[in-house]
């Protein structure tokens, strides 16, 4: 839904919440409650979808008449997408997927043919005069990579070549329909890039030098032209919660980001869980019985610690971390699991709800992103006492939201 404030947000939601990895369970699910949420929250202006396909369902989206049919649906119900969710590129619901969510990575030619399926459809669906991004992995999960500094550079440069190759698709057409597109990598927790330093050294370092060679050499310009198209094509997705579990301060990492040149594609409103740590061991006790019920099978909920003299600690899953929690030196653990926006106290459990008020107050006065997406998806994978009927869910989010955006 396109809102009216100081700045133009669209504001969707992310599909990636509902179980289904062929194109006919996704469109079920978008019928099902797409235009119910429509006629609750935008019955006569247009209404926005944030639009997840794995591998599997854009194929099938691609094939036939299936993408002109869709597209007729999106007209009848007075529905636009105008953001993407290729970070999964396989199964996301309902198994183990872990660090699966990472395959393939960036250096792969599976991972490149994936978002050029969702370049082209993104490029048919999306509106005129309206941009268009398409979020992805971080490049790679850096657990399997460790120390080695001569693998972890090959894979860095086939990222680089690859991510490159989708940018030379998404000039060709910019250059034919006049439609800007753009690949938004999506920093968190454990992946190859994960805050801002990082971030800003692989644009520096690695994207622009030699993804900007690639282009330079394919579209016969000069390097620097390439860097710059480079920067109009590859942005980032901030996640409020991936980045509130880092601890970075959302006004400095606006600010890093903009002193690099590197653009922000999507904002992506999420919640952590986090935590203070009391000294008392009992007490500690008492957190890791409440924390237990979120260390589940499904996903990977990294922890990061923070001591009293400010060092961070990682821990790859939460389920490995909570044996630690009694006798570790944190004053403070933040996890990566998506709550409900909308809930700030969980019993003695917080959240880092503040954060996502933050960057939207910051979104009004400096216009670095107009692209929103709501994303908890782990309504499945709740405590049975937080999970309520989805429809109402989703619905709370966008009022929790729009509260803030319009100041009330």
């Keep these: 839904m396109k809102i009216i404030t100081n700045s133009n947000f669209h504001l969707t939601y992310c599909s990636n919440i509902h179980p289904g990895e062929s194109w006919l369970e996704v469109f079920a699910n978008l019928d099902k409650y797409i235009p119910k949420l429509k006629s609750r929250l935008s019955p006569k202006a247009p209404f926005g979808i944030g639009l997840r396909l794995a591998d599997a369902a854009a194929k099938q989206l691609l094939e036939s008449n299936n993408l002109a049919k869709f597209q007729a649906w999106l007209t009848q119900e007075n ?77 860095l440069n086939k990222s680089c070549f690859n991510i490159a190759s989708v940018v030379v698709e998404m000039i060709r057409i910019s250059e034919e329909t006049g439609k800007l597109l753009h690949i938004d990598l999506e920093p968190e927790p454990d992946g190859l890039i994960e805050k801002t330093s990082e971030v800003v050294e692989f644009f520096q370092n690695w994207l622009l030098p030699i993804g900007g060679k690639y282009l330079s050499e394919k579209l016969n310009i000069e390097q620097n032209l390439a860097e710059s198209k480079l920067l109009e094509h590859v942005r980032i997705c901030y996640d409020t919660c991936h980045f509130s579990v880092e601890y970075e301060d959302p ?25 203070n740590i009391p000294a008392e061991i009992e007490k500690r006790s008492l957190i890791v019985e409440r924390l237990r019920p979120f260390a589940e099978s499904t996903y990977l909920h990294q922890v990061i610690e923070r001591r009293s003299d400010g060092t961070l600690h990682h ?92 100041n009330e």
């Excluded at 999306?126 to 490049?139: F, H, K, M, R, V």
């Excluded at 006004?251 to 935590?275: D, M, N």
């Excluded at 926006?341 to 008020?357: E, G, K, N, V, W």
């Design 79 to 155: 529905l636009y997408v105008f953001t993407l969710n290729g970070f999964p590129y396989g199964g996301f619901h309902r198994q183990v997927v872990k660090d699966h969510v990472y395959t393939p990575d960036w250096s792969t030619q599976e991972r490149l043919n994936y978002t050029l399926n969702l370049t082209e459809i993104l490029a048919s669906l999306l509106p005129e005069g309206l941009d268009g991004g398409i979020s992805t992995l971080p490049l790679s999960y850096k657990p399997w990579w460790g120390k080695d500094q001569a693998i972890l550079s090959i894979v």
């Design 251 to 275: 006004k400095s990492v606006f600010a890093r980001l903009e002193s690099a040149g590197i653009k922000i594609g999507k904002i992506q409103i999420s919640a952590a869980i986090k935590v």
């Design 315 to 406: 821990y790859p899953d939460l389920i490995t971390a909570l044996p630690h929690l009694e006798q570790s030196l944190a004053e403070e653990w933040r996890t990566h699991f998506h709550v409900p926006i909308f809930i700030h106290d969980y019993q003695i459990l917080q959240s880092t709800q503040d954060d996502i008020a933050t960057v939207l107050h910051l979104l009004q006065t400096n216009n670095a992103c107009q692209h929103l997406e709501i994303e908890t998806y782990t309504w499945d994978v709740l405590p049975s006492e937080m999970k309520i009927d989805l429809l109402t869910s989703i619905q709370r989010e966008y009022e929790w939201v729009l509260k803030l955006i319009r």
